[in-house]
C-alpha cells in the first residue's frame, strides 16, 4: 500500500505570513490540529507545518497575541514523503520523528496531501496499530533514562 492510497487530498492550508489566529480558525473550522503552511496558496510549496499544539506553546503561552505570523510558531522544513511511499516507510519516518502527521508533497515540493495516525489506523490490524502509536507516541531514550532504569 502507498501513502496516495490513505493520505488526505483536500488539505486545508495557511501562508506563513497569516496570523495565529487565522491559523486556529482554520484549525476550528476544518476539525483539523495542524495546517501545512505553503509559500502561497496557488503553488502550495511546502515551507513547514504549524499545529494547535504549537500555537499554544509558542504564542500563547509565551504572552504573543493572535496576531503574530505563523512563520514564528510552524516548524519549517518538516519531514515530508511523497505520495508514491510505502506506508511503511511513512509510518517509520512518523516513529523515528516522533510526529503524528506528514505532509505529502509532490515533485516540485507542493503540497498535495498529508498522512495522519488515524490515516494508517483505519488501514491496518490493531496489533500493529498498538505498536505503531507506542513508537510514535514515546519519549526518546536517552542514556540518562536508561541509566536511571537500572539503577
Known amino acids: 500500500m502507498t501513502v496516495k492510497d490513505v493520505m488526505s487530498r483536500n488539505v486545508v492550508c495557511c501562508t506563513s505570513q497569516d496570523t495565529g489566529q487565522h491559523a486556529a480558525k482554520l484549525m476550528k473550522d476544518h476539525q483539523v490540529g495542524s495546517l501545512p503552511v ?3 496558496l496557488k503553488t502550495r510549496h511546502l515551507l513547514g507545518i504549524v499545529t494547535d499544539r504549537d500555537l499554544c506553546t509558542k504564542l500563547m503561552a ?12 510552524m516548524t519549517h522544513n518538516p519531514i515530508t514523503c511523497h505520495d508514491d511511499d510505502s506506508l511503511e516507510r511513512c509510518e517509520s519516518l512518523m516513529q523515528q520523528h516522533k510526529v503524528r502527521r506528514i505532509p505529502v508533497v509532490g515533485r516540485h515540493g507542493e503540497c498535495v496531501g498529508m498522512v495522519a495516525q488515524a490515516d494508517i489506523a483505519l488501514h491496518d490490524d490493531a496489533s500493529h496499530i498498538q505498536r505503531m502509536l507506542k513508537m510514535i507516541s514515546s519519549p526518546p531514550s536517552t542514556a540518562r533514562s536508561s541509566a536511571a532504569v537500572a539503577n
Open 38 to 40: 505553503v509559500e502561497d
Open 62 to 73: 509565551d504572552g504573543r497575541n493572535g496576531s503574530t505570523a505563523v512563520s514564528s510558531a
